[in-house]
């Protein structure tokens, strides 16, 4: 696994001189190879990022790519090895998440303000469950992260110096994966699944065409040249999402496994997840 | 508690963007007012975004008040609105944490005090954006003068004495436009607090600055906080270019130094009512 070895300007050891990094001595982490700072920037007022004992594992990817799928499906295999786990996502915080809902369902809100209550519901879920999830050594599964805010806003034209900004603040992931699918395989899938195509998923707001599914094309076109640069940028894993279920998650639990030090990678899908291995 | 990791100012290459040279002029004021640091920032952008610029191209006119609690800051600018009503000139009013959109979230979460440092901050912000887009920037655009009862002062000198970050803060509300006079009423501290908590039954938890844990005691919490808040505006009134007023001036007087000010500074015959037109 690739992974970015520049350090952020603020936080961890400032001369490369012998490092205690305390707490970390899991194994298959490289001690001698000094992880990169927990942060992009300034930690989150009042965090002590040597507390993070925990891992972070985000999974980006369009509507339709699969995502949740396989949160599900890995939450299940990393509880049955034994890793206690939470997960977060968008809007799921309890400050703003049924805001943001309302907000959406009605055609009044605009860009920056929608961008900041997305802001506001990351941060939330961060400060009051992600990092006392990390700070007591759970892995935290991410449903979606900065990125796909980023990509979102970054279309609509609001600067990427402004939101990535914004977002120094949060944690940088120890893995992050991209389900990587062709807007039109998104579309196939999103359809079969709703028998219709979201208004936002579809960037409806920003006037790209009359024609539902040339403005989704058009949309989510637009949203995978953001994740393309991103990805170069934050060194993800992207993996082909088009691939079935049962192909991805092997190889999203093939790379977990490595970071957590997991020799056993076999999994099999309880009766409850069973639907989803296709 | 109150530790000083969110002060911390990095030190760090000031980030050169590569954009299209359309977009330089607005890059150039946003690289004055964003010292982002971050590494995820160095980046060589592949395409030119522009910010939801806060050009100063529009005909109409901003100005602001702003200052602690008790300042006196919300009278006078109530009696310089009174003054342009009257007189008919087009303006609008618009006060801090007022937008509908964004007001049920923030009375939660100051009800249920779910509020850290950094959302209390974002919700404001998104509360600011709102009435940012949906009001100041298309009515400065459609020539009106705008009065507003605090503005993202307030925000850099409140959040900052929270333990946000000064230069996050500064990014945050880079899509501000930046007024054209910025009112600042100080008063002594003891005079500020005083007419505060002489008029009012109970303090708010986050008015009075609870959630720091600095006192248990309401008023002295509110008075430590206010302090804090105090020394921050004092430090920007010269990067800001604050216009300083004597909150302890009779109230009339303030109010003519301060209409006086508005008609040195604003072009007043351009938000004048229209005379109708002889046929």
Known sequence: ?278 | MFSAIGCKVMGASHTILMFDSGFRSIINYYASMVTATSDILDARLPAAESMPAPKREYPGALVVVEGIDGSGKSTQLYLLKRWLEIGGYRIHFTEWNSSPLVKSATRRGKQRRLLTPTTFSLLHAADFADRCERQILPLLQGGYLVLADRYIYTAFARDAARGCSPHWLRNLYSFAPVPDITFYFRAPLDVAVNRIVAGRPKLKYYEAGMDLGISLDRTESFRIFQERILNNYDQMVETDHFVLMDGTLRVNKLQKQMRQIVGERVELAQFAPQKPKKQ
């Not at chain 1, 990393?78 to 959406?104: H, N, P, Q, Y």
Request: net charge positive; no cysteine; aromatic share 10%.
């Open chain 1, 1 to 278: 696994m690739k992974r970015t070895k520049k350090m952020g300007d603020s936080a961890a050891s400032p001369n490369g001189g012998p490092q205690k990094r305390s707490k970390n001595g899991r194994n298959g982490k490289n001690e001698r190879e000094q992880a990169p700072a927990r942060f992009y920037g300034t930690p989150l007022p009042g965090v002590h990022p040597e507390e993070l004992s925990g891992s972070l594992v985000v999974v980006e990817g369009t509507d339709g790519s699969g995502r949740s799928t396989q949160i599900s499906l890995l939450t299940e295999w990393l509880e049955s090895e034994g890793f206690a786990v939470e997960t977060m996502g968008l809007r799921r915080s309890f400050l703003v998440g049924e805001d943001i809902d309302a907000l959406l369902a009605e055609n009044s809100v605009t860009r920056m303000t929608l961008a900041l209550m997305y802001g506001t519901d990351f941060f939330d879920q961060v400060e009051r469950r992600i990092l006392p999830a990390l700070r007591s050594g759970l892995i935290v599964l991410a449903d979606r992260y900065i990125f796909t805010l980023i990509a979102r806003a970054a279309v609509r034209g609001i600067g990427r110096d402004y939101l990535h900004g914004i977002y120094e603040l949060a944690l940088r992931p120890d893995l992050t994966f991209w389900l990587n699918v062709r807007p039109e395989v998104a579309f196939d899938r999103e359809f079969k699944k709703s028998q219709t195509i979201s208004y936002w998923e579809s960037g409806r707001d920003m006037s790209l065409s009359n024609d539902l599914f040339q403005s989704f094309i058009r949309y989510q076109s637009m949203i995978k040249r953001e994740f393309e640069y991103l990805s170069k940028r934050h060194g993800f894993i992207e993996l082909k999402g088009e691939g079935s279920v049962s192909e991805v998650n092997r190889e999203l639990r093939k790379r977990i496994a490595s970071h957590l030090g997991i020799r056993r990678t076999q999994y099999k899908p309880s009766h409850a997840l069973a639907h989803l291995w296709r």
